[in-house]
Antibody
Framework: EVQLEESGGGLVQPGRSLRLSCAASGFSFEDFAMHWVRQAPGKGLEYVSGISWNGGDTDYADPAQGRFTISRDNAKSSLYIEINDLRLEDTALYYC?????????????????WGRGTLVTVSS | SSELTQPPSLSVSPGQTARITCSGDAMPKSYVYWYQQKPGQAPVLVMYKDVKRPSGIPERFSGSTSGRTVTLTISGVQAEDEADYYCQSAVFTGSYRVVFGGGTKLTVL
């Protein structure tokens, strides 16, 4: 059974940094691209970032460019994202998401499993 | 604003047919995928590559395409289908970038 368990969220002051983690199990983590998708309270889904199976390619949505860094450790079956200079608008539930293929930036990429999310609240 | 356009809401009675549309310039060049999200839960894939239904998804869910509009159809809607539905595709801006529609809240009356 595929399991994705996010952690690292919490209440953070604006301007601080945060690192979210996702522990994956139940599949060959090293064979698949992975992504982060966020959802602000009461709002829709927003793509954040993705990373290819070996970490060689990354993809960032425009709002994430420059402040977000995605990474993975295949030996630990773990996905990460570091968010710097946190802003009020970064407040959201951050989902760890599994791709159906190994690469990012394709016209056919989509997601077959989602974690339950970790909540990041940015507030002073 | 989203590059994929969905109606914000749709209400249907049990047993009726719900049609949720998703339109945008990404289609028909890129596939569209649909996710169902119930309150307090993570999204679940209910349709992929426009018209394919994942295993475990009821047959009452189907997909269709017409030009730049893709439609998720739920035939014989049941109370358990009440949820938010999001379409997802990829737009080309040098490389393909994942985009989501704004979501449609389906209410079963």
């Amino acid at each position: 059974e595929v399991q994705l368990e996010e952690s690292g969220g919490g209440l953070v002051q604006p301007g601080r940094s945060l690192r979210l983690s996702c522990a994956a199990s139940g599949f060959s983590f090293e064979d698949f691209a992975m992504h982060w998708v966020r959802q602000a309270p009461g709002k829709g889904l927003e793509y954040v970032s993705g990373i290819s199976w070996n970490g060689g390619d990354t993809d960032y949505a425009d709002p994430a460019q420059g402040r977000f860094t995605i990474s993975r450790d295949n030996a630990k079956s773990s996905l990460y994202i570091e968010i710097n200079d946190l802003r009020l608008e970064d407040t959201a539930l951050y989902y760890c998401v599994k791709d159906t293929g190994p690469t990012v930036g394709t016209y056919y990429g989509y997601f077959d499993f989602w974690g339950r999310g970790t909540l990041v609240t940015v507030s002073s | 604003s989203s590059e994929l356009t969905q109606p914000p809401s749709l209400s249907v009675s049990p047993g009726q047919t719900a049609r949720i549309t998703c339109s945008g310039d990404a289609m028909p060049k890129s596939y569209v995928y649909w996710y169902q999200q119930k309150p307090g839960q993570a999204p679940v894939l209910v349709m992929y590559k426009d018209v394919k239904r994942p295993s475990g998804i009821p047959e009452r869910f189907s997909g269709s395409t017409s030009g730049r509009t893709v439609t998720l159809t739920i035939s014989g809607v049941q109370a358990e289908d009440e949820a938010d539905y999001y379409c997802q595709s990829a737009v080309f801006t040098g490389s393909y970038r994942v985009v989501f529609g704004g979501g449609t809240k389906l209410t079963v009356l």
